[in-house]
């Protein structure tokens, strides 16, 4: 499986991007991590291979929406309301296994994107 993220950049606070993330091979889970300078990669959300189960961390909630669109293999993250706090490298992950599992942690995903570097200014 290999992923491929894009759709980072500067925003201002407020703004609003759109990252994506297009698989190659079978993936069941995708989730998507962020990392900012100096600290632990962290969980941001994650989507079912149905689409019908997501899970978000309590920093994503009511901001950040994450989809995917099966026939494309590509699962997008839509991030609205940005912060400085949000700015990040962040990653795309996949999980090949237990469909029933929405993984939260770095080590629930096997595969990773090459990441995508999202930039918030004040």
């Known amino acids: 499986v290999q992923l491929q993220a894009s759709g980072g950049g500067l925003v201002q606070t407020g703004g609003s991007l759109r990252l994506s993330c297009a698989a190659s091979g079978r993936t069941v889970t995708m989730g998507w991590f962020r990392q900012a300078p100096g600290k632990e990669r962290e969980f941001v959300a994650a989507i079912s291979r149905s689409g019908t189960s997501i899970t978000y961390s309590d920093s994503a909630k009511g901001r950040f929406t994450i989809s995917r669109d099966s026939a494309k293999n590509t699962v997008y993250l839509r991030m609205n309301s940005l912060k400085p706090e949000d700015t990040a490298v962040y990653y795309c992950?996949?999980?090949?296994?237990?469909?029933?599992?929405?993984?939260?942690?770095?080590?629930?995903?096997?595969?990773w994107g090459q990441g995508t570097l999202v930039t918030v200014s004040s």
């Open positions: 992950a996949a999980d090949v296994g237990n469909p029933l599992r929405i993984g939260v942690m770095v080590h629930d995903y096997p595969y």
